[in-house]
């Protein structure tokens, strides 16, 4: 079973009145020939494993390999717990465990790729903080990541979920996508709510160049997914409001794959481009390069 657009994805679940999360988890049982019970298992081991990385990026940060992030996380959670913040009390509670996973992965730790380890802190942010904020058991938020999954399957078919092909809006762009449509079910909206929060996502960082400083996925990885959390809970509340994107999702998602082929070699994951291109990142290459050099 595969599905090659969002619309033939709804429709499905509409079809039947399920969840996107059911449809999905079916599609990985049969096309990994397990059952629903194993596929069930397996999506809540990778879930644990998200959300252990958060926790330890929050609680004991460490510096990245290249030294550039480290502590941004906790930073922002210490501020969010003694301030009234400007963006609110979720939005920064997911950004910072965002943060906190793309410093775990930026200094080697464990974390799951979801759908790259350059945007790794997307969904564990967003979902960590619905699971605390909205009381839900871990294979709830497990059924989150299968509807996730779902719209990154199509999102890879259609267009790109790699920085290297179509730009950062094809790892961080996808994450958040994704993060926005699980976010949506998990809130008890519709499969069709779903497929907006994906589009508004995809709509708003369509372009959205891979340009990492030092070739390194630090700067200015961390802070996209930190910005990929955020788009993804606004975009998801935009589509439980009842708001429509006026492009259907599927052609977001074609747009966003000729975007990212239209993009120069320079601005896909070279670091000759963007931000690296830039004199400190230029300046932080060099100094990294003597670094291993000297080393
Ligand atoms: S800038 Fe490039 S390497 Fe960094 S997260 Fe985005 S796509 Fe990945």
Same mark, same amino acid.
């Given at each position: 079973? $595969?599905?090659?657009?969002?619309?033939?994805?709804?429709?499905?679940?509409?079809?039947?009145?399920?969840?996107?999360?059911?449809?999905?988890?079916?599609?990985?049982?049969?096309?990994?020939?397990?059952?629903?019970?194993?596929?069930?298992?397996?999506?809540?081991?990778?879930?644990?494993?998200?959300?252990?990385? /958060?926790?330890?990026?929050?609680?004991?940060? @460490? @510096?990245?390999?290249?030294?550039?992030?480290?502590?941004?996380?906790?930073?922002?959670?210490?501020?969010?717990?003694?301030?009234?913040?400007?963006? +609110?009390?979720?939005?920064?509670?997911?950004?910072?465990?965002?943060?906190?996973?793309?410093?775990?992965?930026?200094?080697?730790?464990?974390?799951?790729?979801?759908?790259?380890?350059?945007?790794?802190?997307?969904?564990?942010?967003?979902?960590?903080?619905?699971?605390?904020?909205? %009381?839900?058991?871990?294979?709830?938020? #497990?059924?989150?990541?299968?509807?996730?999954?779902?719209?990154?399957?199509?999102?890879?078919?259609?267009?790109?979920?790699?920085?290297?092909?179509?730009? %950062?809006?094809?790892?961080?762009?996808?994450?958040?996508?994704?993060?926005?449509? /699980?976010?949506?079910?998990?809130?008890?909206?519709?499969?069709?709510?779903? +497929?907006?929060?994906?589009? =508004?996502?995809?709509?708003?960082?369509?372009?959205?160049?891979?340009?990492?400083?030092?070739?390194?996925?630090?700067?200015? $990885?961390?802070?996209?997914?930190?910005? +990929?959390?955020?788009?993804?809970?606004?975009?998801?509340?935009?589509?439980? #409001?009842?708001?429509?994107?006026?492009?259907?999702?599927?052609?977001?998602?074609?747009?966003?794959?000729?975007?990212? $082929?239209?993009?120069?070699?320079?601005?896909?994951?070279?670091?000759?481009?963007?931000?690296?291109?830039?004199?400190?990142?230029?300046?932080?290459?060099?100094? =990294?390069?003597?670094?291993?050099?000297?080393?």
């Amino acid at each position: 079973m $595969c599905f090659y657009s969002v619309k033939e994805l709804i429709e499905e679940a509409e079809k039947r009145a399920v969840a996107i999360s059911t449809v999905a988890k079916e599609m990985e049982a049969e096309n990994q020939e397990v059952s629903l019970a194993e596929i069930e298992q397996r999506m809540l081991k990778q879930w644990l494993v998200m959300k252990e990385a /958060a926790k330890a990026g929050l609680k004991e940060p @460490k @510096k990245s390999m290249g030294g550039l992030i480290g502590g941004e996380g906790k930073l922002l959670e210490e501020y969010r717990l003694k301030n009234r913040t400007l963006a +609110g009390h979720m939005i920064n509670k997911a950004v910072s465990r965002a943060l906190a996973v793309a410093e775990v992965n930026a200094s080697m730790g464990k974390i799951v790729a979801a759908p790259t380890a350059g945007s790794c802190g997307i969904l564990p942010g967003v979902l960590l903080t619905v699971q605390e904020e909205l %009381c839900l058991s871990d294979e709830k938020i #497990a059924d989150g990541l299968f509807t996730a999954s779902a719209f990154g399957i199509i999102i890879a078919q259609k267009a790109s979920i790699s920085g290297a092909e179509g730009g %950062c809006q094809a790892e961080c762009g996808a994450a958040g996508a994704m993060a926005g449509a /699980a976010l949506v079910e998990l809130a008890g909206g519709t499969p069709s709510q779903a +497929g907006e929060a994906c589009a =508004f996502v995809l709509k708003n960082i369509l372009g959205l160049v891979c340009d990492p400083v030092a070739g390194l996925v630090e700067v200015p $990885c961390a802070k996209r997914n930190a910005m +990929g959390a955020a788009l993804a809970l606004v975009a998801a509340d935009m589509a439980l #409001a009842g708001i429509k994107s006026v492009i259907p999702v599927d052609e977001v998602i074609e747009a966003m794959g000729e975007v990212g $082929c239209a993009l120069p070699e320079s601005l896909r994951e070279t670091a000759k481009g963007g931000l690296a291109a830039t004199a400190t990142g230029r300046m932080l290459a060099k100094r =990294f390069l003597f670094q291993g050099e000297t080393s």
